[in-house]
């Protein structure tokens, strides 16, 4: 059964460091999407792609975040520098097309330590 | 501001219980609810709902919403163990149609 990759699993890193995360969406899957769940909350829409362009980055915080999917296919997430409060796990989904009709995969995470 | 509320945050139930899970929304343009279960990593799908009064159902597990009232339920019967999870509800909606996730409601289910 086709997967939403995500890597690294877990990242230790202290704060004011660069951090990235991958994301291999499940082939075919047009629409990408970061979310960020905080402990005890839901996920977060950080950023969404349709393709290579990005239809949504409203809450994605650009003086430290940027995200990327220049080949239409994988995405990378960036945090530079990274703060206490970034600390998160950071979740990659795709989906068929950017509609109601399609349901969202998601995958396994990164789990995000700011120290 | 689009919001979806979900309740109770944490129960705590026996193997056999019955639960009923609540969440209430106010979001704009409305196109959908969907109900996730996350266990200890990535949210799992469960159900996605868009008419009012339609059972969905796999398993021990259904769901309804309704539109009107603007709230759904996820029911589970006779629980397990391995039902011990976070249930998500998110609405997909809003002004950019994006998913709107509640916090989620903890289910521990004791044997």
């Known amino acids: 059964e086709a997967e939403v990759a995500q890597s690294p699993r877990y990242k230790i890193t202290e704060k004011s460091q660069a951090v990235a995360f991958w994301c291999d969406p499940i082939?075919?899957?047009?629409?990408l999407y970061w979310y960020r769940q905080i402990l005890g909350q839901g996920p977060e829409l950080l950023v969404q792609?349709?393709?290579?362009?990005?239809?949504?980055d409203s809450q994605l915080p650009k003086d430290r975040f940027s995200a990327e999917r220049l080949k239409g296919v994988d995405s990378t997430l960036k945090i530079q520098p990274a703060e206490l409060g970034d600390s998160a796990m950071y979740l990659c989904?795709?989906?068929?097309?950017?509609?109601?009709?399609?349901?969202?995969?998601f995958g396994p995470g990164t789990r995000l330590t700011v120290t | 501001e689009d919001k979806v509320v979900q309740s109770p945050l944490s129960l705590v139930v026996h193997e056999g219980d019955t639960v009923t899970l609540n969440c209430s929304y106010e979001?704009?343009?409305?196109?959908?609810l969907l109900w996730y279960k996350q266990e200890k990593k990535a949210p799992t799908f469960l159900f996605m709902l868009?008419?009012?009064?339609i059972e969905k159902k796999s398993g021990r597990l259904s769901s309804i919403l309704d539109k009107k009232e603007l709230f759904s339920i996820l029911n589970i019967t006779a629980t397990q163990t391995g039902d011990s999870a976070v249930y998500l509800c998110?609405?997909?909606?809003?002004?950019?149609?994006?998913?709107?996730f509640g916090k989620g409601t903890k289910l521990s289910v004791k044997p």
């Open positions: 989904a795709s989906s068929l097309a950017a509609s109601g009709a399609y349901e969202q995969y």
């Open positions: 082939s075919g899957h047009a629409t």
């Open positions: 792609f349709q393709d290579e362009s990005v239809v949504d």
């Open positions: 979001v704009t343009n409305f196109r959908s």
């Open positions: 868009t008419s009012s009064g």
């Open positions: 998110a609405v997909e909606g809003g002004s950019q149609g994006n998913l709107i």
